[in-house]
């Protein structure tokens, strides 16, 4: 497994320009809800509980975050369980499927608008592991924000700026 280090320079590689950054606390956790919301949607009884594919997913993707990083996915927990929470309650409304549809394009679309800005591809194009690292770097970079983790944003950003120059190096030739 890539460390924590390796995962947010590859991803801050593709994201250094500050507009790209915003549309994508929009757009990121718009596509996370509405995943979470399509996938309460499969559902199975397990003794006495209904139990949903996004509540397995939240154990392991939470699993992989703590694994990463434990203090960046404690920040995790705090986003992720309301997203959980709120997408079950819309679970039981009428037409969940076509609620998580619709936002999760308008999303997609706030991501794109952002890589416009960026002039380069989402990291997920290279590498599929990086779309669940996009909830993980906004952490990260709502804690450098906040000033917390500065030894961790002193090790990914020049890292993340050699990959860029490097990618585009690669696109010149």
Known sequence: MKSA???LST???VHLNPQNIKTHFIGVP???WSAFLMLGTIRFDWQDYQISVAMILT???LGYYMALHMRLALGLVLFILPV?????QVVHASHPFIIAISIFVIGWVMQFIGHH???AK???MDDLNQLLIGPFFLMAELYFMMGLEKD???QITPIAREKRRALEAKLSN
């Not at 959980?84 to 079950?88: I, N, V």
């Open 5 to 7: 280090v390796e995962q």
């Open 152 to 154: 961790l944003a002193a």
């Open 122 to 124: 989402p990291a997920f």
């Open 30 to 32: 718009m596509i996370i």
């Open 11 to 13: 991803y801050k590689s």
């Open 117 to 119: 800005y960026e002039k």
């Open 59 to 61: 154990v392991l993707v």
């Open 84 to 88: 959980l929470y709120t997408s079950e």
